[in-house]
Antibody, heavy 122, light 107 residues
């Protein structure tokens, strides 16, 4: 399994960025996917998740209305469109693969990309 | 949102020590609790899922236990490569939330 993020960089407040994640080594359209971020020196924060067929999409309150998650199963790719960026969005953003245990009751994140750094600064 | 509280926030230990890290949740999550290890500058790595199931390839010195609101990660004999930060995460409800992390440092 490989998850390779791209699209990070430095942007001014209120600016936009689009992150991409190229997935390989597994059947991409069998799994939900997520974005998780980590601000410098801080803990992990789930940002957004999308089911395999894009039917169910969820966002953290902190990004709702500003970020949009999407996927292209034909291209084995996950995206995060980030608009109206704020200083507090500065973080490493990880692309994460979802999985379930044998019972189907308990989900977990079994593979993570290396992350891409987003810096929001004037 | 479900809050996760890890304790301690940091600990100092020596190679060979038995280490336990606690994760307490603000409401019952049955067994929907996962543990991750993170080394500086690296992505988190899954250790334990569904409270007590060992991820493939993870050494058997790592184990998890608990259900409801109280969970524990145990490292039976700490190895040099285990010095890292450990995070718990609940997948019971959205938003999936993480503990603040526990840093295991060399004594």
């Amino acid at each position: 399994v490989q998850l390779v993020e791209s699209g990070g960089g430095s942007v001014q407040p209120d600016g936009s960025l689009r992150l991409a994640c190229a997935a390989s080594g597994f059947t991409f359209d069998d799994y939900a996917m997520h974005w998780v971020r980590q601000a410098p020196g801080k803990g992990l924060e789930w940002v957004s998740g999308i089911t395999w067929n894009s039917v169910k999409i969820d966002y953290a309150d902190s990004v709702e209305g500003r970020f949009t998650i999407s996927r292209d199963n034909a291209k084995n790719s996950l995206y995060l469109q980030m608009n109206s960026l704020r200083a507090e969005d500065t973080a490493v953003y990880y692309c994460v693969k979802d999985n379930y245990d044998n019972t189907g009751d308990h989900a977990y994140f079994d593979f993570w990309g290396q992350g891409t750094l987003v810096t929001v600064t004037s | 949102d479900i809050q996760l509280t890890q304790s301690p926030s940091s600990l100092s230990a020596s190679v060979g020590d038995r280490v336990t890290i606690s994760c307490r949740t603000s409401q019952s999550i049955t067994e929907s609790l996962n543990w991750y290890q993170q080394k500086p500058g690296k992505a988190p790595k899954l250790l334990i899922f569904a409270a007590s199931s060992l991820q493939s390839g993870v050494p058997s010195r790592f184990s998890g236990s608990g259900s409801g609101t109280d969970f524990t990660l145990t490292i039976t004999s700490l190895q040099p490569e285990d010095f890292a930060t450990y995070h718990c995460q609940q997948s019971f409800s959205t938003p999936q939330t993480f503990g603040q992390g526990t840093k295991v440092e060399f004594k």
